[in-house]
């Protein structure tokens, strides 16, 4: 038996918002500390990590570890029906095919049940250790976005340098190149707009915009957003939702062209 | 191919496959070390006896008619542990090469030809002035006819029709460019020169044991990258040819333009000339058409003959008159090495840039992309280009006839001179041929390299794809990217 009641039910719809673009079908996970996902995208260049630690929900319970396959896209679509207001309750038994989403206005005066088939998905958990990151950078998720979408329109890659100078966005394009640096600044009025950089080590990798667009799908999850790198690793940009828990994109960085191309 | 040198490319490979964990296919191995793809073969075969109780792994490619029926003609790829098993599904006699030395069979098909993909995208992206294996279709299976070989030709394993051609063009030009003009003897002794230069620099390529640098060393290749190094060039020209418009276009151009009709003898060229020579007797606009019917890619080309020999021409032509600029230009041709003549041209081109698109803005793109041209000419010195070296001075009539041909309106303006740049037009045309060949090739062996693996499925034609077409489309899965399965481990 499932039973899971999020008082802030927009969360979840902004959450699905955020991953149905990459991944189609995904298994969300159920167990006593908390809701989670862990999907690739179909090239396996891309893994999103979802957790919806159990503390956030009003009323949590989980009698015993639970995966559901579901269509995110089928997922979001009933999750639209809910309103921004609305108390979401998600519900599943044990060995069910199914799994209920109760929608309660706050009033307690609109009811709504939305019931969605299960489907088995073959799904490869991945072992995500945890590493220290050479530079992590932490500004302000629409920031972030804005910086993805109009390298985007240059170029399909940006490379993403951290020196101890600030953070370098650039791609290169048909068209020209483009270079954004953002220098440290935590003198602001709110912190969620400071940009703040830790670098241990200078860092420069280049990754497909294409993925990082999809990722700023999270921007309303967050006022803030933090990617983490390192040579060696995927990135990982990190959406905190709410108190309760993260989404974290993970991408693989292209490779760099290491032949010299001396004539 | 010497003992000594089998031997260093075994060991190269023994680093390669054991150290580097490099995926080394035949294909690979020729274009690197600029071999015949049967003596790659041969060479893998050498190293497979050599290694084989290393554990090494060794994909095969065996191809023949299947037993079963409808019975079709099959190519497979097979590692050998499987070999004896596919062998058995074949039908009377089949062909087992091998394709591939590796040290383990990757998981993902498509890192069998990573490398060569890899390669061939370097060999691509190399400056326009470099010749290499893939831009003179050197070791492709489909000849293309539009691809000629130069002077290099003879020194390494070549299409045997471009040598003809090239060879009996040489002369021919030499014996015109004496009953022409007075210049004509040193015009013959700068191509003979340039021509021995060359030939060393081949020899030096082949020998040398990293690919990387015979790669570099040849080819011209049709990339944005190239088309934009070119611009620069083009302004030079037009400059210089404005400068110059009073220089003897006959004898520069009339020995080019033989030395392309000869070369139509041959079976590559054949169809270009057959169309081209109507053409050339006739009015420009004809030639026009034509041109206007291919590609910006040919446009540019046309000029490009010119340009490795406008820098001398152009700074002298203003000093002297059209003979001395002839003699000279050959002579600084003689003594400047390609490379430098390049440069020269390009601050010359910067300079006379300038004033071109003062004079036509408009035009101003059309000459750039002649100017691209001109640069990638550059890179190929083949004895066609060398002989329209003294023509250089003459570039500015061909960019006006640039022009003609866009508004077909100043074509009268020089009529026994549009002619000449007809003819020039049509030596740009080879050239630019020849850059599109080498595009052409690559795109051969792309197809080829993703028939011989149907099994990778999309990241087969991904790499095909290649760059060029992934920079717009989403979905196109670039080969550079990594993936996220080899950095996290399945749980």
Known sequence: MLELRLVQGSLLKKVLES????????????????????????????????????????????????????????????????????????????????????????????????????????????????????????????????????????????VISVTKEGVKFSTAGDIGTANIVLRQNTTVDKPEDAIVIEMNEPVSLSFALRYMNSFTKATPLSDTVTISLSSELPVVVEYKVAEMGYIRYYLAPKIEEEEDTKT | MTHTETLNILDEIESLVSDQLQVVSYKWLSRNFSLSSKTAKRLLKDFVDKHEKKGLEVVYTVSGWLKKRPSDYHTKLVSSSKLQEVEKEFNGTYFTHIYSVQASIPMDPAAIWNAEFVQAEELFKQPSATDNCLRDNRFCGISNCFVKRDIEGATANVTVQSKSGLNSSIPKVGHQAKSESTTAPAQNQSVKSSSDKEKPLPVSTSNKKNGQGDKSVAGAGGSLKNMWGRVPVKAEDGSAAVEVKNHDHSEAQKPSHDAESKGGSDDETRDVNVKRAPKNDSRKRKVIFDFSDEECEDVISLASPSSPKINPDSEQTKDSGPEKLDVRVSREIKADEPEVSEEDSQKNASADTSGARKNEKSKASSMEKIQASGSEAEVNPSKGRITDAPCSPKRKKVLKSRIDDRGREVTEVVWEETEKTAKKKEDSDDTSKKLNDGKSANAVNRAVAQKKSPAMGNAAATNAGGKAGSKKGGNVKDPKQGNIMSFFKRV
Do not use: W
């Open chain 1, 19 to 158: 991953i149905k673009d990459l991944v189609n079908d995904a298994n969300f996970d159920c167990s006593s500390t908390g809701f989670s996902l862990q999907a690739m995208d179909s090239s396996h260049v891309a893994l999103v990590s979802l957790l919806l630690r159990s503390e956030g929900f009003e009323h949590y319970r989980c009698d015993r570890n639970l995966s559901m396959g579901m269509n995110l896209g089928n997922m979001s679509k009933m999750l639209r029906c809910a309103g921004n207001d609305d108390i979401i309750t998600i519900k599943a038994d044990d060995g069910g095919d199914t799994v209920t989403f109760m929608f309660e206005s706050p009033t307690q005066d609109k009811i709504a049940d939305f019931e969605m088939k299960l489907m088995d998905i073959d799904s490869e958990h991945l072992g995500i250790p945890d590493a220290e990151y050479h530079s992590i950078v932490r500004m302000p998720s629409n920031e972030f976005s804005r910086i993805c979408k109009d390298l985007s329109s240059i170029g399909d890659t940006v």
